[in-house]
């Protein structure tokens, strides 16, 4: 690949240095995510909030959305989400869960299609009732937890405990951090979007794995190293193998956002940020944390039982 000739294999930077920066920058913008959370709230979908979705083309010219939504709003439903996305003859009608079960949302669709059926083509439907919503709810909480506790096992039995705890910490970051995202950017939150937050901590969760087994191969073969000297090591010696990677993913996810079409964009812009985090909390929360976390040299180890105190490079 034309890509490897310029990526740098002998790298010697010292990313120890950048951990008094990167663990308050962290902080403060997890801190950040989690009030954007609780004060603007997330955009959920129809999977999650239940209702009716159709989205609708129009069979000449533009659509009217301030006239689809007064007569939509007319209907007796509620006030109905209008939004043009795509092209401007697209656009979606969004009605809240209507009491009365799947019965009271199928009338829900009747009635738009005795409205709009004349001038507008009808290009997707979905009804979710409020026990599918919620039952998605769940299922998509649990799988999450589920993956974050299967890392914890594995890593555990994988590496020492430090390493497991150091995974755990960085999975978390980039879950808070992909959160604020969905906050602030407030593109629909759905079951596309679970998929797209199960696929970015497997994406972070790969690439610490590869610069924890690094460490550990360094803590073996340079006995005399201290903690951050061989952290240091073990991240350049795995930053070409990061850079590649990366760049293959992020001109993938790019193709999709740009012609993936409307219902992939929010999948696509999810990952394009999943992929910066991801491999920012590799580097700079998952490999220096395992210093905190008590993970020593032998150096430092030897030292330390001989009652003196090993100095960090700094």
């Given at each position: 690949?034309?890509?490897?000739?310029?990526?740098?294999?002998?790298?010697?930077?010292?990313?120890?240095?950048?951990?008094?920066?990167?663990?308050?920058?962290?902080?403060?913008?997890?801190?950040?995510?989690?009030?954007?959370?609780?004060?603007?709230?997330?955009?959920?979908?129809?999977?999650?909030?239940?209702?009716?979705?159709?989205?609708?083309?129009?069979?000449?010219?533009?659509?009217?959305?301030?006239?689809?939504?007064?007569?939509?709003?007319?209907?007796?439903?509620?006030?109905?989400?209008?939004?043009?996305?795509?092209?401007?003859?697209?656009?979606?009608?969004?009605?809240?869960?209507?009491?009365?079960?799947?019965?009271?949302?199928?009338g829900v669709v009747n009635r738009l299609r005795e409205t709009f059926a004349d001038q507008y083509e009808f290009r997707r439907i979905e009804v979710v009732g409020?026990?599918?919503?919620?039952?998605?709810?769940?299922?998509?909480?649990?799988?999450?937890?589920?993956?974050?506790?299967?890392?914890?096992?594995?890593?555990?039995?994988?590496?020492?405990?430090?390493?497991?705890?150091g995974a755990v910490v960085a999975t978390l970051h980039d879950l808070v951090l992909t959160?604020?995202?969905?906050?602030?950017?407030?593109?629909?939150?759905?079951?596309?979007?679970?998929?797209?937050?199960?696929?970015?901590?497997?994406?972070?969760?790969?690439?610490?794995?590869?610069?924890?087994?690094?460490?550990?191969?360094?803590?073996?073969?340079?006995?005399?190293?201290?903690?951050?000297?061989?952290?240091?090591?073990?991240?350049?010696?795995?930053?070409?193998?990061?850079?590649?990677?990366?760049?293959?993913?992020?001109?993938?996810?790019?193709?999709?956002?740009?012609?993936?079409?409307?219902?992939?964009?929010?999948?696509?812009?999810?990952?394009?940020?999943?992929?910066?985090?991801?491999?920012?909390?590799?580097?700079?929360?998952?490999?220096?944390?395992?210093?905190?976390?008590?993970?020593?040299?032998?150096?430092?180890?030897?030292?330390?039982?001989?009652?003196?105190?090993?100095?960090?490079?700094?």
């Amino acid at each position: 690949m034309w890509l490897v000739q310029y990526i740098p294999t002998e790298t010697k930077f010292h990313f120890m240095r950048l951990r008094r920066v990167a663990f308050p920058f962290s902080a403060a913008l997890s801190v950040l995510s989690v009030l954007l959370f609780f004060a603007w709230g997330m955009n959920f979908g129809i999977d999650f909030k239940g209702g009716t979705l159709v989205e609708m083309q129009s069979r000449a010219g533009a659509a009217d959305i301030a006239d689809i939504r007064a007569r939509s709003g007319a209907l007796g439903f509620g006030d109905a989400e209008v939004q043009q996305f795509g092209t401007p003859q697209d656009v979606s009608v969004r009605i809240a869960l209507q009491e009365g079960g799947e019965q009271a949302q199928q009338g829900v669709v009747n009635r738009l299609r005795e409205t709009f059926a004349d001038q507008y083509e009808f290009r997707r439907i979905e009804v979710v009732g409020p026990r599918v919503s919620g039952e998605l709810v769940q299922s998509g909480t649990l799988g999450v937890i589920l993956a974050i506790l299967g890392v914890l096992v594995y890593l555990w039995f994988r590496f020492e405990w430090q390493f497991a705890l150091g995974a755990v910490v960085a999975t978390l970051h980039d879950l808070v951090l992909t959160m604020g995202f969905f906050a602030l950017s407030q593109i629909e939150f759905n079951m596309t979007s679970i998929a797209a937050i199960l696929t970015i901590l497997g994406y972070s969760i790969n690439d610490t794995v590869v610069v924890y087994d690094r460490i550990r191969e360094v803590m073996r073969k340079y006995k005399r190293l201290t903690t951050f000297e061989l952290i240091d090591l073990s991240v350049n010696a795995t930053l070409s193998r990061t850079i590649l990677t990366g760049v293959s993913v992020f001109l993938v996810l790019i193709a999709l956002a740009i012609f993936g079409g409307e219902v992939i964009k929010g999948f696509a812009y999810a990952m394009l940020f999943g992929l910066v985090v991801g491999t920012y909390s590799s580097v700079f929360i998952a490999a220096p944390i395992l210093a905190y976390l008590g993970l020593k040299s032998s150096e430092a180890a030897s030292a330390r039982a001989d009652g003196k105190v090993a100095q960090p490079a700094e």
